[in-house]
């Protein structure tokens, strides 16, 4: 097969590789915003599409096989050397997390009964608050006369 119909499939294929690398570059714009687990992935993600889109230069200007290889080669082990990493990250801080919840979830329940307690103390003060509000409103005002027996 010849070189242009190679760079013009590699193209093609790395325009649509967008859905990965666009929301990748996203995440390595985000910053410390994200974790390094995510950050690293988004990093192996990136330089897997970048080298697709250089060999798909590589594949209209060099003439011979080796020097495109060679970049696709490069390309392949950074990125799975990234995406290693990246996956090594993730365990890692799983592995932290469920130690902390493990912690939490071990150190039993931090609150009592006492929120909901003092909730609806709370609520009946005011509930009552407001009704005796409205009846003295009421009873000034005279508004409250259809309330009298008679």
């Given at each position: ?65 080796w020097l495109t290889g060679a970049a696709a080669g ?77």
């Open positions: 097969m010849s070189h242009p119909v190679l760079a013009l499939g590699t193209a093609v294929l790395t325009l649509a590789g967008s859905v990965w690398y666009v929301p990748a570059l996203a995440d390595l714009r985000a910053g410390a915003d994200r974790p390094v687990a995510r950050r690293t992935a988004a990093t192996a993600c990136v330089s897997g599409w970048s080298t697709a889109a250089l060999v798909a230069v590589l594949l209209l200007l060099a003439d011979g096989w490069a390309g392949a082990v950074a990125t799975a050397a990234l995406g290693l990493q990246a996956a090594v990250a993730h365990r890692r801080t799983a592995r932290e997390t469920a130690r902390e919840w493990a912690q939490l979830v071990a150190a039993g329940p931090a609150t009592t009964r006492r929120p909901r307690v003092t909730f609806a103390a709370i609520l009946t003060v005011t509930l009552l608050t407001a009704v005796t509000t409205v009846a003295l409103l009421l009873t000034a005002t005279g508004a409250g006369d259809f309330l009298a027996v008679r």
